[in-house]
């Protein structure tokens, strides 16, 4: 059974970079071409697409509101994913999730089926 962890969440200021990593295990998701993602959830706000990139190519796919700012990478010989966040502002507080899945819309929840727990990114005014 597949299964993805985050970590990298916490309390940090306007402006300060984080770096999100996502730990994935029990498959090869670079051999089965699957699609990685970031997604947020904000309080009070559905889950939306932060970023995502291929496992097997290097096109990557960010959300316009993070573009420029956030920059996702992977590892494939370690099944590492990873989301360097930079600039952050208060409006990027969220429990961020990993996500994992054949896609093909890579901003589409739906095209994920496996899921980490989240981790929290708070930012500071």
């Known amino acids: 059974q597949a299964q993805l962890a985050e970590s990298g969440g916490g309390l940090v200021q306007v402006g300060d970079s984080l770096t999100l990593s996502c730990a994935a295990s029990?498959?090869?998701?670079?051999?089965?071409?699957?699609?990685m993602g970031w997604f947020r959830q904000a309080p009070g706000k559905e889950r939306e697409f932060v970023a995502a990139?291929?496992?097997?190519?290097?096109?990557?796919y960010y959300t316009d509101s993070v573009r420029g700012r956030f920059a996702i990478s992977k590892n494939n010989a370690e099944n590492m994913m990873y989301l360097q966040m930079n600039s952050l502002k208060s409006e990027d507080t969220a429990v961020y999730y990993c996500?994992?899945?054949?896609?093909?819309?890579?901003?589409?929840?739906?095209?994920?089926?496996?899921w980490g727990q989240g981790t929290q990114v708070t930012v500071s005014s």
């Open positions: 029990g498959r090869t998701f670079s051999r089965d071409n699957m699609v």
């Open positions: 996500a994992a899945g054949p896609g093909p819309v890579v901003s589409d929840t739906r095209g994920y089926n496996y």
């Open positions: 990139i291929r496992w097997s190519a290097s096109a990557t």
